[in-house]
Each structure stands twice: as structure tokens, then as C-alpha cells.
Nanobody, 112 residues
Framework: QAQLVESGGTLVQPGGSLRLSCVASGSIFSRWLGAWYRQAPGQERERVAHINFDETANYTASVNGRFVISTTNASALYLQMNSLKHEDTRVYYC???????WGPGTQVTVSS
């Protein structure tokens, strides 16, 4: 059973940086596009970024220029988050697009 597990979420001050990691049990991201989503309580889960097989990436407008998605060895996905804002406080999820594979999530809290 393929799995995704996120890590790296924590409390960070506004303006700070974090790097989220997602480790896959196998080379999942060689077959499926990798994406990061986030969700706040009572809100819908939104896609933050996804990376294409040619390593180009797409970002939602609110994080464009601040976040960078990357992948390594097709079995790990990363999200570098810079210039963090209060509104970035969410649970962040790793996902293999077009599959049912989701990680359990990692909490990012931006607060002073």
C-alpha cells in the first residue's frame, strides 16, 4: 500500500520560512504529479502548488513568488515556504494527483 507522509510543520513567526517534506513509499512522483494542498478548519481544501514532470510548477496566486515546490528521486516532495503570513496558517497535505493518495497532513502555524 503506497503511502505519503508529511513533516516539517511547526510554529513560525510572520516573515519566517519553513520547508515541508513529503516522503513517499516508492517512486510515486515518477508516475503521478505531486501537489501540496492546505486546509483551514471549516474551509475547503485548496491546492497550493503542483509540479509537472518537466519540473515546471504552478502556484495559487496567494503563494506565487513566496513558495517553491520541488521533488527529489520521484519519492519525495518538498514545499519551501518563505515570507510566511498569518493567513498561511493551515494543515498542509501532500497529494499524488489523480490518485487517492494523501498524507495525514502537517500543521503550519504562523504567529508572533
Amino acid at each position: 500500500q503506497a503511502q505519503l507522509v508529511e513533516s516539517g510543520g511547526t510554529l513560525v513567526q510572520p516573515g519566517g520560512s519553513l520547508r515541508l517534506s513529503c516522503v513517499a513509499s516508492g517512486s510515486i512522483f515518477s508516475r503521478w504529479l505531486g501537489a501540496w494542498y492546505r486546509q483551514a478548519p471549516g474551509q475547503e481544501r485548496e491546492r497550493v502548488a503542483h509540479i509537472n514532470f518537466d519540473e515546471t510548477a504552478n502556484y495559487t496566486a496567494s503563494v506565487n513568488g513566496r513558495f517553491v515546490i520541488s521533488t527529489t528521486n520521484a519519492s519525495a516532495l518538498y514545499l519551501q515556504m518563505n515570507s510566511l503570513k498569518h493567513e498561511d496558517t493551515r494543515v498542509y497535505y501532500c497529494h499524488a494527483i489523480s490518485t487517492s493518495l494523501w498524507g495525514p497532513g502537517t500543521q503550519v502555524t504562523v504567529s508572533s
